[in-house]
């Protein structure tokens, strides 16, 4: 009896050192430091509170949206809209969907705007290796992706007031690449 446990236990400690002789083979590696930071991070919340505030109950008018990265550069312009993954799939509000379309479209007059979604799980924006999925409002408006109301994975599924994009219909990038595909863009405007 004494063996067995002695085999297990030592078994359990070689699995151990190659477990952490394996683990410093794999390096994140870490991108440059951010260009743009928050620095005072409770003044930022305070805003984005009392931005909260604006929108009160009785009031008709409901919901709301925001660009989370816009960027402008000699009358060019790269939007970005981030989302969050759930069960393989990014929701995008109706409303939001549709001003993004319209806001491409007239943005896009002199052919310079991009306007890319961007799926993401929990992610490090800081190690360049991370991945995204992404797609440009052009694949969008050319119907490259399906343009689901419903869950079309789910029978109990009613359509809804959001499109709901799947993963499998997104492009697989790092966060590397994105950076190039923006500097490429700012190069060329």
Known sequence: ?????????????????????????????????AKYRIFDESEFTRGREVLGNLIVRGMLAS?????????????????????GFHNDKINIPLGQMIAYERLH????????CFLYIIGCDDIDFSNPDSS??????????????PKNTSDIFSEQSNSQKKFLVY???????????LREIIDNHWKNF
């Open 132 to 145: 995204i999925w992404i797609f440009e409002m052009n694949q969008w408006k050319n119907q490259v992706i």
């Open 167 to 177: 993963r499998e219909y997104m492009e697989e990038i790092s966060v590397e690449k």
């Open 63 to 83: 919901g709301g949206t925001d660009i989370d990265w816009m960027i402008e550069h000699n009358g060019g312009f790269i939007i970005l809209e981030f989302k």
């Open 1 to 33: 009896m004494e063996n067995s446990s002695n085999e297990i236990i030592e078994g359990f400690y070689e699995k151990e050192n190659f477990e952490k002789s394996n683990s410093k083979n794999l390096e994140i590696r870490k991108s440059e430091l």
């Open 105 to 112: 479209e007239r943005l896009n007059q002199n052919g310079k």
